[in-house]
């Protein structure tokens, strides 16, 4: 990734080989007028929590968009749950991902797919984002590059998941929002929306483990310069079962060399960043300005 000051450069970050690039979109994809937002939903036998999913996003969702349902195998379960719901929503396409397994290949093969100048990253197992995706968009449409979720401020809140997961999640958040002075108070999460444009500009070296791409592409905004966005949202993790990818040993390993890449980067930084623009939905402060 080139630094955003030349005076002052990124540390190079840890190298992982390439693997080459997605494939087109199976045979049958929509065809319908330009949408406005991608939604890329990286799945792995998620065919419960994948229905629930769907049937929100066709609801909720009332402006042209694509859904990119995106699997690494074709005997994943979820993908007749795509094959049944395709005649009834418009723009549902089911992508194969032949990068390598793991959500950053996947996420690699949606961008690659997405016909949207807008991208959303969401998790299947996770319906909280969706209730946020249009205020998450309004701060793109007011120039916004990049707009992260945050369970951890401004209401926002996180609501199942692994115990042990949550406390880490937690305290590393905290940790690097202050230590590092990262503008988001939730890097780690996986809800990130951003101009497809730039999505190449981030130069993603992370190992496929779990989501820690994520994490480093929070980073990595920072430190590009881009116009930066948060909004809250109460997170809803697993509500419907489904198999996790998440292993303490794996994931503590991956999330704290991006943790320590984010400090290193820190204290080259030619000064301090600036703070994220905050959205805050209207249901989570009724009788407040959703603007702040």
């Given at each position: 990734m080139n630094a955003p000051n030349q005076d002052h450069p990124l540390p190079a970050p840890p190298a992982v080989p390439s693997r080459g690039p997605a494939e087109t979109p199976a045979p049958g994809a929509s065809t319908a007028a330009q949408p406005e937002l991608s939604?890329?939903?990286?799945?792995?036998?998620?065919?419960?929590?994948?229905?629930?999913m769907l049937r929100i996003l066709q609801t909720v969702l009332e402006f042209p968009h694509e859904v990119l349902v995106i699997h690494d195998t074709p005997d994943d379960r979820s993908i007749p749950v795509v094959r049944e719901l395709q005649p009834r929503y418009p723009g549902l396409r089911l992508i194969h991902n032949t990068l390598g397994r793991g959500v950053i290949n996947a996420v690699r093969a949606g961008v690659a797919a997405a016909r949207a100048e807008t991208v959303v990253i969401l998790c299947a197992d996770d319906t909280g984002p969706v209730l946020v995706i249009e205020d998450?968009?309004?701060?793109?449409?007011?120039?916004?590059?990049?707009?992260?979720?945050?369970?951890y401020a401004h209401g926002g809140r996180r609501?199942?998941?692994?115990?042990?997961?949550g406390l880490l999640s937690r305290t590393a958040n905290w940790l690097f929002h202050r230590l590092v002075r990262s503008p988001f108070t939730d890097a780690t999460t996986g809800g990130k929306m951003f101009r497809r444009a730039l999505f190449e500009k981030f130069d993603l070296q992370s190992r496929p483990v779990g989501w820690a791409f994520a994490f480093e592409m929070a980073i990595k905004a920072q430190h590009l310069g881009l116009k930066l966005g948060e909004v809250p949202l109460?997170?809803?993790?697993?509500?419907?079962?489904?198999?996790s990818s998440f292993r303490v040993g794996p994931w503590v390993k991956e999330y704290l060399r991006w943790f320590l890449w984010g400090v290193r980067a820190a204290w080259k930084a030619p000064r301090r960043?600036?703070?994220?623009?905050?959205?805050?939905?209207?249901?989570?402060?009724?009788?407040?300005?959703a603007h702040r």
């Open positions: 939604v890329l939903l990286p799945v792995r036998n998620e065919e419960m929590n994948l229905r629930v998450m968009l309004a701060l793109m449409r007011e120039g916004c590059d990049f707009v992260s979720v945050t369970r609501l199942g998941g692994s115990l042990i997961g109460v997170s809803i993790d697993r509500l419907f079962g489904g198999q960043p600036e703070p994220a623009r905050v959205r805050v939905p209207v249901f989570y402060q009724p009788t407040a300005d």
